[in-house]
Nanobody, 128 residues
Framework: QVQLAESGGGLVRAGGSLGLSCAPSGRAVYGYAMGWFRQAPGEEREFVAGIRWDGVVTYYADAAKGRFTISRASADTTLYLQMNNLKVEDTAVYYC?????????????????????WGQGTQVTVSS
């Protein structure tokens, strides 16, 4: 019954920064991989960044590498995405997601189908 709720989206100028948060509720999700995805109008949902259950291992889509940083709180399962040097093409609805199986797994899931619970999404709009 875990639920996820994203926050932090908004309007930002190209080159600027924005931080997103994903707060779990209902049931703790500690022990599972989590990730950020995004979906622009007319596009498929795409992987942005992932993080291992303990936060030690992170991995990114090519479009995010070097600009975005995924992290999770040390003491809980809150998920974060720090986005720097934003580009217009980063404009999308951003979703957080978590696995609910494969606890303690050291893999690097990045396909949407590998994640079980999703937040409602938060809009990120980057203007030129």
């Amino acid at each position: 019954q875990v639920q996820l709720a994203e926050s932090g989206g908004g309007l930002v100028r190209a080159g600027g920064s924005l931080g997103l948060s994903c707060a779990p509720s209902g049931r703790a999700v500690y022990g599972y991989a989590m990730g950020w995805f995004r979906q622009a109008p007319g596009e498929e949902r795409e992987f942005v960044a992932g993080i291992r259950w303990d936060g030690v291992v992170t991995y990114y889509a090519d479009a995010a590498k070097g600009r975005f940083t995924i992290s999770r709180a040390s003491a809980d399962t809150t998920l974060y995405l720090q986005m720097n040097n934003l580009k217009v093409e980063d404009t999308a609805v951003y979703y957080c997601a978590t696995q609910t199986r494969n606890r303690w797994d050291n893999g690097t899931p990045r396909a949407p189908g590998e994640f079980d619970v999703w937040g409602q999404g938060t809009q990120v709009t980057v203007s030129s």
